[in-house]
């Protein structure tokens, strides 16, 4: 099997200004991707709700897209939800409002994330753990019913001080009882966080499970420094075979990120590269 491309499109108003290519509009962001070549499409909604699931099928069939994941950041950016909330009304929230998403993934035959949820070590560590562990599970018990993983992501330290880095949240994940959870590794929070981005990776093996392709800036693969041949040869080492999901800022525009995030996957996914 050999890896594929997607490209990202946020339908979260307040997320406003952040890594992701297209914006606002599913059906706009559908046409332009499948015009570009891309294989999939990864969607960011506000909520399971507010996503047309009728409507999302029939966009997705339209233009001949896979759906490469659905993320639940919305949970924190828009509704303030933490899988590690001191509060555990919020916890129970959170973990209804992510199974939400997650059942409406799976119906559309995709994995959730799961990354900013996973909240702060407010309570301190070992007790964040505990709740993230038990949320993680209970979570993943709902994916696996779509037969699907769940995906989790570190992200850096300015955005969450419970996992930064890939082989401790792989030993983490690798300590709960589910065998269904994999990590989504952001090549951006990555480059922040990683001594070596290819070691790390390697380090995950196994559990590595989508990719969030972006450049060390933030901005479409090739536009800053990291060394997209190194990833590519620790990615092929540890047999992976899922996306490359452009996750970046739309600069200069969503059409120009798009196109170059989708010349460096052709580049890099090339068997003579």
């Known amino acids: 099997m ?19 290519v297209y914006w606002d509009n599913l059906a706009e962001a559908c046409a332009q991707a499948r015009a570009l070549g891309f ?22 069939d339209r233009h001949q897209l896979q759906l490469a994941a659905i993320g639940t950041g919305a949970g924190w950016v828009k509704h303030k939800l933490r899988l590690t909330d001191s509060d555990p009304a919020i916890r129970r929230q959170a973990v209804e409002f992510a199974r939400r998403l997650i059942a ?4 559309l035959g995709a994995p959730a994330i799961i990354g900013s949820m996973q909240g702060r070590c407010e309570a301190g ?62 090549l951006f929070h990555m480059n922040l966080e990683e001594r070596s981005l290819s070691s790390a990776l390697q380090e995950a093996g196994s559990l590595v499970g989508h990719i969030h392709w972006a450049d060390s800036n933030r901005l479409a693969m090739g536009l800053g420094h990291t060394d997209a041949a190194a990833v590519m040869t620790a990615l092929r080492a540890v047999g992976y075979a899922g996306y490359l999901s452009a996750e970046v800022l739309p600069r200069p525009d969503s059409t120009a990120a798009a196109r170059q995030s989708l010349e460096s996957f052709r580049r890099w996914t090339n068997p003579a590269s």
Not at 3 to 10: F, I, L
Not at 104 to 107: E, Q, Y
């Open 104 to 107: 409406a993934a799976g119906s």
């Open 39 to 60: 294989d999939a499409i990864e969607i960011f909604p506000p909520s399971a709700e507010a996503l047309n699931l009728k409507e999302t099928r029939s966009l997705l």
């Open 125 to 186: 560590r070992p007790q964040t753990l505990q709740w993230l562990g038990e949320a993680l599970e209970e979570l993943s018990v709902e994916s696996a019913r779509h037969r699907q993983v769940l995906l989790f992501e570190p992200l850096n330290r300015y955005e969450t001080d419970v996992f930064n880095r890939q082989g401790e949240a792989a030993e983490f994940l690798r300590g709960l009882r589910s065998r269904d959870i994999r990590l989504l590794c952001d």
């Open 2 to 20: 050999s890896m594929k491309s997607a490209v990202t499109v946020s339908l979260v108003p307040e997320a406003k200004g952040g890594p992701f």
